[in-house]
């Protein structure tokens, strides 16, 4: 029997995304391999969401790089918890957490979680080379291909993000859903469901939506929350074009959708047409789980999820994305082959069993390895 591990989950929380519910399929996964524990700096919905599935939180206190009392009161707290417990491993998720911790953690041979496409050149990440972890984890090849000239100083090991599989869905919710934002029974819903950013293509769709105007028989469900003033400067100016376009009567803004898995089987397909390249992209493969073709833009970390077969990825412009939407409305079977293999095409990227081996030897690697500048040191934090 392997042994079990206890891995220490270092995180912000303040906001919630596609990290944010990473750590909480961590948290509600059966996993005799290890044990998680999760320390925050921030309460909110990520913490509250842990606390649902019985996990206890930690709280190091808010940090405010413009106080470096916060600073120095929330590594105080993290000294005082790495005092009172045995770790076998500690996990900095994103460079800000590992920046702020690394003076408490370093000597621990802690592992750095990155979730975004590193800038090497950023302040952060020369910040963080100044003491530098035992490994990288990129969560994509997209993530990892910045950090190769980091390699000589820090392995980078590939570990895709853990994505559950969707429980059964209630039949009555998603009708509840679908009526409650306006889909007729005959309706085909468009879903985007992202942060609030212009990266995420939110524009991008609903210009090709308006390409579409005269295709009949669809609706659009764009989810979200707006969590800083910049994003909900943002979401105003989606909704003013979604005005100016035309599109009020068949575009709706639902809000945040805390039970995703209903959203997701309320939709026909899902669309994130990134401005930008995105490290990964969990939603993507929650939408192949739920048997949702997926469409997006050809670059990051879709084209290492999305295959021609359970979705179409499409170049810049509104014409192709227009296309590609049309075609999966008007074509039920192209529709059912993506539905039927997007599944086992999640679970082979991110599903329980493909994570506990990756994530297992990561951990394993990053034991077994002392940092050259840290040789003097082999025992873990008790």
């Known amino acids: 029997m392997l042994k079990t591990l206890n891995v220490l989950h270092v995180y912000s929380g303040n906001l919630f995304g596609g990290v944010e519910r990473m750590l909480i399929s961590l ?28 996990e206890t939180v930690t709280f190091l206190g808010p940090v405010r790089l413009r106080n470096p009392l916060s600073i120095l009161r929330a590594r105080r707290a993290l000294r005082l918890l790495l005092a009172a417990n045995r770790f076998d491993a500690i996990v900095c998720h994103s460079v800000w957490t590992y920046c702020i911790f690394a003076p408490v953690v370093s000597r621990a041979r802690p592992i750095l979680f990155l979730h975004d496409i590193p800038d090497p050149k950023h302040l952060f990440y020369r910040w963080a080379w100044f003491r530098p972890p035992a490994l990288c984890i990129a969560n994509s090849a997209t993530t990892a291909e910045p950090l190769a000239v980091m390699r000589r100083l820090v392995p ?13 869905v209630d039949r009555l919710a998603i009708q509840r859903l679908r009526t409650q934002w306006h889909a007729d029974p005959s309706d085909l819903v468009i879903l985007q469901a992202s942060r609030f950013d212009s990266l995420k293509g939110h524009r991008n769709l609903l210009e090709a ?9 669809w609706t659009c469900w764009i989810a979200g929350s707006p969590q800083r003033s910049e994003e909900i400067t943002y979401q105003q100016e989606l909704v003013r074009l979604a005005d100016s376009l035309q599109l009020t009567q068949r575009v709706s803004f639902i809000g945040h959708q805390s039970d995703m898995e209903t959203a997701l089987a309320a939709c026909d397909l899902y669309c994130q047409p990134n401005e930008t390249p995105e490290a990964f992209g969990m939603v993507f493969v929650e939408a192949m789980y739920a048997g949702r073709p997926v469409v997006g833009r050809a670059l990051g970390g879709a084209l290492e999820i999305v295959t021609p077969e359970c979705g179409i990825l499409c170049p810049p412009g509104v014409a192709p994305l227009a296309a590609a939407l049309t075609k999966l409305l008007q074509d039920s079977e192209l529709r059912k082959r993506m539905a039927a293999v997007g599944p086992s095409r999640a679970a082979a990227l991110s599903g329980p069993d493909r994570f506990r081996a990756q994530f297992r030897a990561a951990l394993e690697s990053a034991e077994s390895r002392t940092h050259p500048l840290s040789r003097d040191v082999g025992q873990h934090y008790r």
């Open 156 to 168: 980078v090991r590939i570990v895709h993000p853990l994505v559950n599989p969707p429980q059964p």
């Open 209 to 217: 939506l308006a390409a579409m105007r005269d295709v009949p028989g």
């Open 27 to 54: 948290a509600a996964m059966d996993r005799p391999e290890w044990r998680s524990h999760f320390a925050l700096c921030f309460e909110g919905t990520l913490s509250k969401s842990l606390q649902s599935v019985g």
